[in-house]
C-alpha cells in the first residue's frame, strides 16, 4: 500500500534494518542523524527565529542531548521535564514553560531555577489540523489583553504573546490569522496603554511526513515570514517557534510483530491483524484515526496481492485499534510472527503511553547515530 522509498532512503532503511535485526519488539528506533538535518533545515528555513524544542515530542535523552550540542532551546510541560532539561546542563533563560495547565507551586519552582518564560492565546485550529490542540489552551484576545495589562500592573513585564495552531498543521494560512490577532494585540496595547511588547512565540504545528500531503517546510517558512512582513512591517518582533512533531516524527521506525491474523467469518473479506504494539504503548496518536501512519512489511513487493486489514493492539481492550475506518491494505501473504514496521514515529510514541495496562510493558526505544 505504502513505497517505503518514499518516506525513507534506502540507506538509511538499510541502516535501521542492520541496527533493529536483534531488538526484541515492539520497539521504536530513532534516528538522531535525522533529527540533526531536521533541526538544521528549519533553522535554515526561519534564521531569525529562536528554536525551543518541545520536550514533550520525544523526551529521549540523546534527543535532548543532540539538540542541546545544536543550540536548540526547549518548550517545558511539566516540572519533572525541566529536571531532565536542567540536568543536561540547559540554563533556565533557555526555557520555556509552555503548558498552559500550571501549579503555582510549579511557577514558583520554574522561576527559582531561572526560567523568565512562562504563558497561550486561544487560535482556532480549524480541521485542519490533524491533532487539534486548540479550544483547551489559551484564552481569547481581549482577555490576553485584559491579563497583558493586569500583569503590567502587577509590577510584571508583559513580553509577548504565545499561540499555537494546532499539531500536524495542514493549513499554513492559520499562521496567518494567529499573526493577525497577535498584531492586533501589540498595536493596541502600544497605542492604549503604551505597553510595548517584544515577541511572539508562534508554537509548534509544522509537519511531519504521515500519509496526507503537507506543503514543504520552506513553503511554511516562506508564507509565515510574509504574514508578518505584512503585519509588522520591518519592526517584526522576537519570534519564537516550539517544534516538536516537525522535528522528530519522521525520525522513527516503530517495529511490531504480527501475533495473530484473523478473519471473522468464512466469508469475510476484512482480516483482523492484531500486533504486540497498539494505542496504549506506542500508537496513541492513531485515536479517532487521526494521525495516519505509512505502515510497510518485509513482504512488500511489486506484485504481491494485498488486502484491506483492520489494524488491533494487543490488549485486552476493543479501543485498542488503530485504524477501522480507514482501510489499510496489507500482504496477504502475511502471518503471525512476522514484522510491521510503521513509518514517521519519532514524535509522540515512545512516552506517550500507558504504564502496563494488562501487564505489557512501556515500548523501547534505541537510538542509531
Ligand atoms: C505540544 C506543544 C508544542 C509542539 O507542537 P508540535 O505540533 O509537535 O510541533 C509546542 N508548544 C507547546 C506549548 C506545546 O504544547
Redesign the pocket.
Known amino acids: 500500500m505504502f513505497n517505503r522509498e518514499d518516506y525513507i532512503s534506502d540507506s538509511d532503511w538499510n541502516r535501521f534494518k542492520e541496527f533493529s535485526k536483534d531488538l526484541e519488539t515492539p520497539n521504536v528506533v530513532i534516528n538522531l542523524h535525522q533529527i540533526k538535518y531536521n533541526f538544521i533545515k528549519l533553522r535554515d528555513s526561519f534564521p531569525y527565529a529562536h528554536i525551543y524544542y518541545?520536550v514533550?515530542?520525544n523526551p529521549g535523552e540523546p534527543v535532548l542531548r543532540l539538540l542541546n550540542e545544536l543550540g536548540s532551546n526547549f518548550?517545558i510541560?511539566s516540572r519533572y521535564e525541566l529536571d531532565k532539561v536542567l540536568a543536561l546542563g540547559v540554563s533556565g533563560e533557555r526555557i520555556s514553560f509552555?503548558?498552559t495547565i500550571k501549579k503555582a507551586r510549579d511557577i514558583e519552582y520554574f522561576y527559582q531555577n531561572g526560567v523568565r518564560m512562562f504563558a497561550?492565546m486561544l487560535v482556532e485550529a480549524g480541521q485542519s489540523a490533524d491533532w487539534p490542540?486548540s479550544r483547551k489552551f489559551g484564552c481569547h484576545p481581549d482577555m490576553a489583553y485584559d491579563l497583558l495589562v493586569q500583569a503590567r500592573d502587577l509590577g510584571l513585564t508583559p513580553y509577548g504573546v504565545s499561540f499555537?495552531v494546532g499539531?500536524?498543521q495542514r493549513d499554513i494560512g492559520i499562521w496567518n490569522e494567529a499573526i493577525a490577532k497577535a498584531t492586533y494585540l501589540f498595536s493596541s496595547l502600544e497605542e492604549e496603554e503604551g505597553i510595548k511588547l517584544s515577541m511572539i512565540n508562534m508554537?509548534?504545528?509544522?509537519p511531519a511526513h504521515y500519509i496526507q500531503p503537507t506543503n514543504p517546510l520552506s513553503d511554511y517558512a516562506s508564507e509565515i515570514t510574509r504574514y508578518l512582513h505584512d503585519d509588522f512591517g520591518d519592526d517584526v518582533p522576537m519570534i519564537i517557534l516550539?517544534?516538536?512533531?516537525?522535528l522528530v516524527g519522521d525520525c522513527g521506525i516503530l517495529t511490531s510483530e504480527i501475533v495473530l491474523i484473523s478473519r471473522k467469518n468464512n466469508t469475510a473479506l476484512q482480516r483482523w491483524v492484531y500486533q504486540d504494539s497498539g494505542k496504549f504503548n506506542g500508537l496513541v496518536e492513531t485515536m479517532d484515526e487521526s494521525i495516519k501512519y505509512p505502515v510497510v512489511s518485509d513482504k512488500d513487493a511489486v506484485g504481491e496481492k494485498e488486502g484491506e486489514v483492520i489494524l488491533a493492539g494487543p490488549t485486552c481492550d476493543s479501543a485498542d485499534i488503530m485504524y477501522e475506518n480507514i482501510k489499510y491494505k496489507l500482504p496477504l501473504s502475511l502471518k503471525a510472527g512476522d514484522k510491521l514496521y510503521w513509518l514517521s514515529t519519532g514524535?509522540y510514541t515512545g512516552t506517550y503511553a500507558s504504564v502496563e495496562f494488562n501487564g505489557f510493558p512501556p515500548i523501547k526505544t534505541y537510538y542509531m547515530e
Open positions: 518541545a514533550k515530542a518548550d510541560a509552555g503548558n497561550r490542540l499555537h499539531s500536524q508554537g509548534g504545528g509544522f516550539e517544534p516538536g512533531r516537525s514524535a
